[in-house]
Structures are given as C-alpha cells and as structure tokens.
C-alpha cells in the first residue's frame, strides 16, 4: 500500500526527510509551497490520503470538502486553529497535532523575551553598535530591573507554562499562574501561587507570559479591559498564539506606559501589517517605544531540533493510522473514514 500525502504549505526546501524516517515506503509526498487554498487544484485536494499541515494553512468546511478521499490531517506543530477540526469530523477526516515535541525551546525564549528586556540587553547592544564611544553608557535601557525578586506570572500552566515558570524561579523570581483547569492542590505541588482570575494575576505580577491555546475563550484575552487590570509597568510575553493578543490593546498599553515593554512572537496578522501604528513606531524607532519592544517572527518553537522532532512526529501521527490502525493524537471527534 503507497499513501499519498499532501503538504500544502511546505516550510523546507529538498527531500522530506524527516516525514521519509516516520513513514519510510509507505507514502508517497506532493510538496506544495501555497498559502491560500486556492493556490492547490481541487484535483490535488481530492487525491490526498493524508495532509501533513504547517501553520500557513487555513482549513475550511470548503477546503475538507474537497479531501474527498483524505483520512487524516496531521498539524506538524501543537496548535491547531487554522483547522475547522468539526467540518473534517463531519467529512470524515481525522485531526491530529504533535502535543508532546520538545518544547523547552518555546519556554525558554519567552524567559529569554522577558530577561532581555528586564536587563535591557537588546538596547545596549544597539547603542553600542549605533555608536560604540557615544553608546558606552550603562543608563541607557528604558526598562532596567533587578531580576531576582520580580513577580512573574503564568497564564496557561500546562507543559509549556510550567517549563517557563521553572526557568523564571531558577532565576529567582516569584512565580504564579492562572489556570482554571488544573485539578485542585496543583499549585501546591508545584509550590507556586496560583490565582482564582486572570485580572488577579494582571494586578499582582511584573512579567506575564502567555501559554494557551487559541480558541473562542482565549481569542482576544489580553484586551483593553485585560490591559486596565495589568499592573502598571508590566512586561507582556506571548510566545504562544496570536489571536491571544489585541494588537491595537497593545499598542494603546505600550504607548500609555502601562506595559512597560512586551516581548512578542506571534501575531494574529502574519507578517504584522507594517501600516499598523505599533509597527510604524516599531520599525521607525520612534523614542516612545524604543527598546520596550522585541519583536521575533513566530520562531519560539525553532530550533533545527525542533524542526525534524515535529516533522517526524506529525508524520508519525499517519503511519500509526495507515500502518496499525491507531488514532494517535487525536483532537475533533468523528465517525472517521475507515482505511
């Protein structure tokens, strides 16, 4: 039996290595460099037996009814947004994610985000490479704090969260988090604070970082009223998912002085609109937001590590259902087609 597999919005140049040690002779792979839909024939769509997805993607009700024959889609990665995962249930097709890959590389680049800015790291080295006489002042960082003793707050504490908070206790600051769906006397076991609303922890920490997953709860959670909650001078993380954060509540928050500065992965516009106010400031390196701002392209999750964990295990996630007739990470509920 030879599956034939479908990357739509293929993120590496040369042969599927990764995808090829999962699934070895059993698939055959059609690489596709599309970012709409609509770039990819319906004749392509209809022939695939399984999808392989990046985030570039959007999976709609239409886009299933096209996978006429597919059985499963598997998002090379943890969230799965872009994927209308009850219109492929109701088509028949499974969804599948890589819950588990190794995410330290996530959790530590949102300390990172928080440390550079509290040890205003990126501004000194621009200073210094703007003008290396002229920079070579110590009093330069709009944001400079004592690390040990800051008050860093987690929202979402499950595996990434957790990861975070470690790292952010190893260098000696108080930890606490808000996670409604974490079973009673967690935070005893992990000898954290923990608070009964998210406005709680807004009033309480200097640091939040960001650890959901995108959905209609979370969709827009750091708003305007979330940003009047926040302490003054907060430092904001996202590492997680874009449409966590109001693009335009941060802009108000960093222009008003309310965040402090914010240390920012992943938008829900992707790249960022440059016509925006906050990236006109941004790239413009106008005076009010200069180094308050760090700014990555949706890259807390790469490493090239990462990159072939994820492949390979998203590619796994096909070969358990085609090879032994197991549903591996499974995310929407069916009936599913049979293979």
């Known amino acids: 039996m030879t599956i034939r597999v479908l ?4 993120q590496f140049e040369g042969e599927p290595l990764a995808e090829l040690e999962a699934l070895g002779d059993l698939a055959e792979f059609d690489l596709q460099f599309a970012k709409t839909p609509a770039e990819i024939g319906d004749n392509v769509w209809a022939a695939a037996d399984a999808v392989l997805l990046w985030h570039i993607m959007d999976i709609t009700p239409e886009v299933a009814a096209k996978l006429t024959n597919c059985k499963v889609i598997s998002r090379i990665g943890i969230g799965y947004d872009r994927i209308d995962a009850a219109a492929c249930g109701a088509e028949g097709i499974q969804v599948s994610n890589v819950p588990a890959y190794d995410m330290s590389d996530v959790a530590t680049t949102a300390v990172t985000l928080a440390l550079n800015l509290l040890r205003g790291v990126v501004t000194y080295n621009d200073r210094v490479r703007e003008h290396i006489v002229d920079g070579w002042s110590w009093d330069g960082p709009p ?19 957790t990861m975070s908070a470690l790292r952010a206790r190893a260098f000696g600051m108080e930890v606490g988090y808000f996670d409604p769906y974490l079973p009673v006397g967690h935070d005893i076991t992990m000898e954290m ?3 009964g609303s998210m406005a709680d922890l807004l009033e309480w920490a200097d640091v939040v970082t960001l650890h959901t997953p995108l959905n209609d709860e979370t969709w827009g959670m750091i708003g305007n009223d979330a940003v009047a909650a926040m302490k003054p ?17 941060l802009h108000e928050g960093l222009k008003s002085g309310r965040i402090a500065g914010a240390g920012i992965d992943a938008f829900t516009l992707e790249p960022p609109d440059p016509a925006h106010p906050l990236f006109r400031a941004y790239n413009g390196r106008e005076d009010w937001l200069d180094g308050r701002l760090i700014v990555i392209p949706h890259a807390t999750w790469y490493s090239p590590e990462t990159f072939n964990d994820i492949r390979r295990e998203a590619a796994e996630n096909i070969r358990t259902l085609f090879q032994d007739g197991v549903r591996r990470n499974v995310v929407n509920e069916g009936p599913f087609r049979e293979v």
């Open 7 to 10: 990357v739509p919005d293929t």
């Open 193 to 195: 604070k923990r608070f």
């Open 143 to 161: 944001i400079l704090r004592r690390v040990r003793g800051q008050k860093f707050g987690v929202i979402g504490c499950g595996r990434i969260g």
């Open 233 to 249: 001078g907060m430092i904001l993380i996202n590492a997680a998912r874009g449409g966590l954060v109001d693009t335009d509540a």
